[in-house]
């Protein structure tokens, strides 16, 4: 049984990780393909930003705004909710107030799907490191056991080890998976949010 246990362990670690899908990129692990910034162009079919970049985060209301916006726990329709009582409100006209209001809320969620990308990243690493240390564990424990006097104890221990090892290797695997959606998401939302805010710019 121990060694069925580690023969699979083994395989784990060599077949369950799936690194390098795109060799532009080594360390991504996930099958959509890496896309390292939100483009303009495919969210925002507005007038231009160039005055709005920097302008957005002097303006206190607009910054609080953004932060609502941004967060994904702000439900999409609450969001788009406050866009438009934002821009009926607004005192100065509604072209310069959407402008402001997208340029904060691109800028914002390009850092968030930046910080996403580059935490799956590291995740990856950590990932391979993981599966050479199962690997590593597996040999050895199967020399233990292959030894002419095997060291229950030892055998026991390492087991376990390693036991622990695959666990943590599986539920970083699975977090993984789901994490690799959450870019597509931010890219749908600010997407969404734009496409509001240009409405209520007309």
Known sequence: MRRLTATTLVVVALTETCFAADPRYPDWPCVQAKVPEISL???WAG???EDAADKWKTNARV???VSKLGARRTPLDEAQKAITEFLAGATADKVTAGKLLFA???????AQRSSVLNGLERVTRKQREA???IRSDTLALQALQDAS???QAKIDELGNQLVWETRIFEDRRRVVKFVCEVPTAIDQR???LGRTIQQEME
């Open 63 to 65: 910054g609080a705004l």
């Open 104 to 110: 904060g809320l691109f800028d914002t969620l390009n």
């Open 131 to 133: 599966a050479d240390k």
């Open 47 to 49: 007038p231009p930003l």
């Open 190 to 192: 600010l997407f969404a």
């Open 149 to 151: 006097s095997p060291d």
């Open 41 to 43: 162009a495919a969210v």
